[in-house]
């Protein structure tokens, strides 16, 4: 499952200059970063293509559930304020993944083996989770229904170990966001969502921080399965060049 987040890391590959080595790993010395972000274009297309064939242009984030709770002041009162959602959240437009930077390579040989290291900066154009039941109170006010996090500033960094022995295989170093800015709709159309968006702001404040901590905390392990299933290696092999 998942990448949302997920996407994000299935999405995430790269490459720049190295030295020459072989089998898997063709390229020349003094290559450039900008001669080989293709690479990394067609991986990420690639990917995004098989990921969008398995589950949809979508993804369910595993353990994303909301269960936020705080208290407020209100005049001279204080009162709680919570939000629940019965379902994990899914991640949406998973395609519409894309390279932000330029793609940085360094190739080494290990015990006898090849290897090369990935890195890149990614985004997705239009990040979106959505959660299809969310239940909200603020004292004697409440609202149930479905809610939206859209996040139109983010961005990720990725760094993938590719090693060639008898045969290729990819793994994921490291993944952490570099920036995520959201903000919350209610699946309820014209005055009521703007009156209602004000009205549970304290408890929607408290979704955007769990969302986020959840998407910082789990892109590693979305993205870890994603990058050791789908096959990276064919773009590297000098076939594909």
Not at 110 to 128: C, F, H, R, V, W
Not at 207 to 212: A, G, P, Q, S, T
């Amino acid at each position: 499952k998942h990448l949302c987040l997920c996407i994000l890391a299935s999405i995430a590959i790269s490459s720049a200059g190295a030295i020459p080595l072989q089998s898997f790993f063709p390229w020349s010395s003094g290559s450039t970063n900008n001669n080989l972000n293709w690479v990394l274009d067609a991986i990420l297309k690639s990917v995004s293509s098989e990921l969008i064939a398995e589950h949809g242009d979508e993804f369910e984030i595993p353990s994303s559930q909301i269960n936020a709770t705080q208290e407020v002041e209100l005049l001279w009162w204080k009162v709680g304020a919570n939000a629940v959602s019965t379902a994990p959240g899914i991640l949406k437009n998973i395609s519409s993944v894309v390279r932000v930077s330029d793609a940085v390579i360094a190739q080494t040989a290990e015990s006898g083996s090849q290897k090369i290291d990935l890195k890149a900066e990614l985004k997705l154009n239009d990040l979106e989770m959505v959660y299809s039941s969310v239940n909200t109170k603020l004292s004697f006010l409440s609202y149930s229904g479905g809610l939206t996090v859209k996040c139109p500033t983010n961005g990720f960094n990725i760094d993938v170990a590719i090693t060639s022995g008898s045969s290729c295989s990819a793994q994921l170093v490291s993944a952490t966001i570099t920036e995520l800015g959201c903000n919350v709709e209610l699946n309820e159309g014209g005055i009521m969502n703007f009156f209602k968006k004000h009205v549970f702001s304290y408890s929607l404040g408290k979704v955007l921080d769990e969302v986020k901590s959840t998407m910082t905390a789990q892109l590693p392990a979305i993205l870890t399965p994603i990058i050791e299933k789908h096959d990276i290696c064919k773009f590297l092999k000098p076939s594909s060049l």
